[in-house]
């Protein structure tokens, strides 16, 4: 049985939550969602660093290509892939709105060798995601520092508490190619 301490945290966490979720509703949400996956679409690259775990101190380099998904629907596809050394792993995601949350799959989902988003919220900057596989719970941020730069956390939940396991820093990529008039 849970003692009265916990019982009261977790009932103000439930709540916490509720409200939160109560707030993010698609009637008030889904444009400023739509308009946060819009600034976060096309290429970042950057390094990244594995912070925790077995491979702790692992650093690598990422090119990812964001784009809206089609249509009303709101969220985004991502592709490309992480290099370590001559290592090269192609990443994928799609995050899409589902009613009042977001779902969705890194790589090919939690029934392969990826994951599976089975929640989430878009704030002002950044959004939120949960992620699953198996018996492995977290979370990942995508926070947008400035038009130029985001910032990714990927978290395990390790019995009560989220532990931070990679960080990545991605710059938006401009083509470069120069535009002029003809004369």
Do not use: H
């Not at 009265?4 to 709540?15: E, H, K, Q, T, V």
């Not at 739509?34 to 990244?48: I, L, M, S, T, Y």
């Not at 989902?109 to 929640?119: N, P, Q, V, W």
């Amino acid at each position: 049985m849970f003692s009265r301490p916990s019982l009261i945290a977790r009932g103000a966490a439930a709540f916490a939550l509720a409200a939160t979720v109560g707030l993010a509703t698609p009637a008030f949400s889904g444009a400023k969602d739509k308009v946060f996956f819009e600034k976060v679409a096309g290429q970042w690259k950057g390094p990244g660093e594995i912070v925790a775990g077995k491979y702790k101190g692992t650093k690598f380099t990422c090119d990812l290509s964001g784009e809206p998904v089609a249509g009303d629907d709101t969220g985004i596809k991502l592709d490309g892939f992480c290099r370590v050394g001559v290592f090269k792993q192609p990443m994928s995601a799609l995050i899409t709105q589902k009613g009042n949350t977001y779902t969705g799959k890194f790589l090919d989902g939690a029934e392969g060798k990826g994951l599976d988003i089975i929640s989430g919220n878009v704030a002002k900057d950044k959004v939120v995601v949960g992620i699953n596989r198996k018996k492995l719970n977290g979370a990942m941020i995508a926070r947008l520092q400035d038009d130029q730069t985001m910032n990714i956390t990927i978290s395990v939940k390790v019995e009560e508490t989220m532990v931070p396991v990679i960080g990545v820093s991605l710059n938006r990529q401009i083509d470069a190619i120069a535009v002029g008039s003809i004369k």
